[in-house]
């Protein structure tokens, strides 16, 4: 048998963090903590009522889960938008397919720079999409000049910087955002002899845990119609399990993907259970503090260890430089703790975890580093 598979994906490996049923997981980002029983009940409950509906089919526009999120991004960042700007998926990984689906496909490009999220440059080949990838700087800031002559080769129809970023848990500030705003203006393909504007997204799945001081991009979004920040309930908001991810951005963004989508594509269960973890924001908001004063803490511990540490306003650090990381990774799995091997050559990236997960993480690493 012989099967017509894509051409592209044919040396391809499926994407995946490994899995592996380990002590002390710190791999992939997640909230260390699992759901209180205050936010488990309130899920229960609301699963039991989407439950005794499951014969139809969920609301397709998740209107009130939409609200929800407005009123959650109004509190966390103080930025008002409706939930008729907002969208909705399985995860913003979803979300970001979605974007591809509407504005990549075949002959047009889709951009970033290194080191940043693994996953884009799947969502472009998934899409036809061309992807271009351009450098960061070596202290992982962005380089302006080499992003405005990118963005004038390739005019890119979807150009996205992630911030905080991941791997490196560096931010953007506003005024790099700002200056990035300003360079995609004008600079999409030409549709019909006119030029559009590059979709210029920011990714925030790691926002909740910036630093005081370091804004949102959602605060572009009034004076940038082309802007989209996605934002995710898979890190700060300790549901990765519940697969939710959304969008902030114009009306034309939404109704736009809304063509693309799945019908039906987000079930009734995960908007009840999203909109019952919502309910309970306030609580896990906390959890975030505590979280981003643990993360402050890990930093500086790193640091006087004499590592070279990535200021970070996410909920991991990128540390390095390692002879030999691999072999660092592999000492720390042998003592139970599962981190990362990514980023540039010899980092390492670590998730922030509970108290107890972090000590066990800086006594295997000192024993390690004798
Ligand atoms: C973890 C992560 C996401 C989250 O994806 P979900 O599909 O919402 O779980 C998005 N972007 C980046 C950069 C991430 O690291």
């Given amino acids: 048998m012989t099967l017509p598979l894509r051409r592209e994906l044919a040396d ?38 989407a439950a005794s509906n499951l014969n139809r089919y969920p609301d397709r526009d998740a209107m009130e889960l939409r609200a929800a999120l407005s009123d959650y991004l109004k509190k966390e960042s ?7 700007r907002i969208w909705v998926a399985n995860g913003s990984n979803e979300v970001m397919l ?6 990549g496909g075949a002959g047009r490009s889709m951009m970033s720079f290194a080191p940043t999220y693994s996953m884009y440059h799947e969502y472009a080949r998934d899409t036809g999409t061309t992807w271009i990838q351009g450098e960061r700087n070596a202290d992982f800031s962005l380089n302006m000049e080499a992003i405005e002559d990118a963005i004038a080769k390739h005019r890119p129809s979807v150009l996205v910087l992630t ?9 953007l500030t506003l005024e790099e955002a700002r200056q990035v705003a300003e360079l995609t203006r004008g600079s999409g393909p030409e ?17 909740e845990f910036r630093r005081d001081g370091v804004p949102s991009a959602l605060e572009l979004l009034e004076t940038y119609e082309h802007v989209v920040v996605t934002r995710t309930m898979s890190k700060a908001f300790g549901m990765a399990g519940l697969r939710l991810g959304y969008l902030a951005a114009t009306r034309q963004v939404i109704d736009d993907v809304m063509k693309v989508r799945l019908p039906y594509h987000l079930s009734a269960t995960s908007q009840a259970v999203a909109l019952a973890a919502l ?17 402050d803490a890990l930093v500086e511990w790193l640091r006087e260890q004499g590592l070279q540490v990535a200021s970070s306003d996410a909920n991991f650090v990128l540390f390095g430089k390692f002879q030999d990381r691999e ?21 390492l990236r670590v998730s ?3 108290d107890e997960e972090n000590s066990r993480f800086k006594d295997a690493f000192k024993e390690i580093l004798k």
Wanted: cysteine-free; proline content about 8%.
């Fill in 12 to 49: 391809v490996e499926p994407y995946g963090a490994p899995q592996l049923d380990v002590p002390v997981r710190l791999n992939v980002n997640e909230n260390p903590y699992s759901p209180s029983k205050a936010v488990i009940d309130d899920i229960v409950e609301g699963v039991r009522r």
């Fill in 78 to 84: 103080g930025v008002s938008v409706p939930g008729e």
């Fill in 98 to 103: 979605h974007l591809l689906q509407a504005y």
């Fill in 163 to 171: 911030s905080p970023n991941n791997p490196t848990g560096t931010a």
């Fill in 191 to 207: 549709i019909d002899g006119h030029a559009t504007d590059t979709v210029f997204v920011v990714d925030e799945a790691y926002a």
């Fill in 279 to 295: 309910r309970h924001s306030e609580e896990l908001m906390s959890q975030v503090a505590h979280l981003r004063d643990s993360r």
């Fill in 327 to 347: 072999k660092v990774f592999q000492d720390l799995l042998e003592r139970g703790i599962l981190i990362r091997v990514v980023g540039p050559e010899g980092f």
């Fill in 352 to 354: 922030v975890g509970t």
